[in-house]
């Protein structure tokens, strides 16, 4: 296994280009299954997930092509996705174990054939994540659905049917494949309670340019008029926000300057508060964002995740590694996922002074300093926090299991690198 050595202590200073956002692109590509037509998508970040995704709908049927492409100043993936036939109705769990969002593909293949079998996904580390608000929906629009051997097994006669649903609780998932499965359904679906994420906006973009009729887009309320038929379409993948905050606090908390272009200002107005409350200029540009923290003295903040646009969990971890460096304590609750702070022990080992107190909440107080440690964590904006740790950290972090950030960061050594950051990926066979 692969993994990254960071000598820390550099202040980073210059330009990172924001990719494509991974939790906008995997919808997208799912979306791709509710036609026969052609759907292009550009800006798509370069990850594993997205490459697993590929894979997924490969053997569903779909025929890929990957073509190199330049957009908003950076090299990007364009991919070009056609359904005519499709092959298999059954998401293995080869595929989904390795990938929950793979449950992206049960909305469009129960709207457009009436089937679909999807091996259940499972707990993960940050937490159980069932998908029972993601069931009970599609049985209110008339799926049944029937769990056996591990695998949800949804069919429908005919079509699928509008239904007025109030989600029970506020899901990015099931707000996707609610609204891929109305899309296709006869009649009107309003969907209440949606979460308003911006990568659901994307989503419905999307549809709507393939020929869906949504409207009520961004707000909580989404009203779907069932078509018959959708056609092709071409979209481009918005930028990444929870990429751009990473960046963001890169910046912050080695007290350097970062110029993020690409960032999307209005999906990142939360994080960007609570960085300008904490003592860190952030400006708003034509093209982005401005992050300079140089000679700033930056004071703690408490912060909670909330769905959008409240603080996102998933820049939880990466602003709990920066509270380590602001003045008195910050308390950090997490309220979406019960395991979510991970990363607190290996940042102990670091010498970091954080105490969390049950699952859903740490307080984390200033340290004058980190030192550098082997260290390896278990999600995604987990290890991203690490890095972090590792950029402020007095000699060398070398960070394990780089597989967990492979999924969701593009080009990271790349980009860290560009700005200034002493930082290297060792692959196993270099040891
Ligand atoms: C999406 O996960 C993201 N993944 C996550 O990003 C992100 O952390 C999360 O939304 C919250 O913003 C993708 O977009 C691929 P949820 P999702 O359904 O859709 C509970 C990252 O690091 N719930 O909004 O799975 C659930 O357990 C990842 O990029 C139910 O109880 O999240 C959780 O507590 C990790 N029943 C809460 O709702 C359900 O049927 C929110 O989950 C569905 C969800």
């Not at 992050?291 to 971890?317: H, R, S, Y």
């Not at 060398?396 to 290297?424: F, M, Q």
């Amino acid at each position: 296994m692969d993994k990254i050595k960071i000598h820390g202590g550099k202040a980073l200073e210059g330009k990172i280009f924001i990719s494509g956002a991974k939790n906008a692109a995997l919808p997208l590509i799912c979306a791709s299954l509710l036609t026969d037509e052609t759907i292009t998508l550009t800006n798509v970040p370069m990850l594993s997930d997205i490459k697993a995704m590929n894979d997924l709908l490969t053997q569903h049927g779909t025929k890929i092509n990957e073509f190199d492409d330049f957009v908003d100043g950076h090299s990007t993936k364009t991919y070009s996705y056609r359904t005519k036939e499709v092959e298999s109705f059954v998401a293995p769990y080869d595929y989904v174990r390795k990938m929950r969002a793979s449950y992206y593909v049960l909305g469009p293949l129960l709207a457009r054939y009436g089937k679909c079998e999807l091996s259940l996904p499972g707990g993960c580390a940050i937490g159980a994540r069932p998908m029972d608000i993601h069931l009970s929906s599609l049985e209110k629009m008339g799926a049944k659905i029937e769990i056996k051997n591990g695998y949800i097994h949804a069919n429908v006669d005919g079509r699928l049917k509008g239904a007025h649903i109030i989600f029970p609780g506020v899901s990015v998932g099931a707000t996707c494949n609610v609204l891929m499965a109305a899309v296709l359904a006869e009649g009107r679906t309003v969907l209440e309670n949606s979460a308003k994420e911006p990568e659901i906006g994307d989503l419905a973009k999307l549809l709507n340019a393939m020929g869906a009729k949504i409207s009520g887009i961004g707000t909580a309320v989404l009203t779907i008029d069932g078509v018959e038929k959708l056609h092709g379409a071409v979209h481009k993948v918005i930028a990444d926000r929870i990429e751009a905050g990473s960046y963001a606090v890169a910046a912050a908390i080695t007290r350097g300057r970062i110029e993020l272009i690409n960032a999307q200002i209005e999906t990142l107005r939360r994080p960007i508060q609570v960085l300008r409350d904490m003592g860190v200029n952030v400006e708003e540009t034509e093209t982005g964002l401005i992050v300079d923290a140089k000679g700033c003295e930056l004071t703690g903040k408490d912060i909670m995740t909330e769905p959008f646009p409240g603080f996102p969990t998933d820049l939880q971890a990466q602003f709990l590694a920066l509270m380590m460096t602001a003045k008195g304590a910050s308390m950090v609750t997490e309220t979406i996922f019960e395991n979510r702070f991970m990363h607190v022990p290996e940042l102990l080992r670091m010498g970091a002074n954080i105490n969390v107190h049950g699952h859903a909440s740490a307080i984390v107080r200033h340290v004058d300093k980190l030192s550098g440690a082997p260290v390896m964590a278990t999600d995604l904006r987990a290890s991203f926090a690490l890095v972090l740790a590792g950029l402020i950290a007095e000699g060398e972090t070398v960070v394990n299991r780089v597989y967990h950030l492979d999924r969701g960061y593009e080009k990271l050594e790349e980009k860290l690198r560009s700005v200034g950051a002493d930082i290297v990926r060792v692959k196993e066979d270099e040891e």
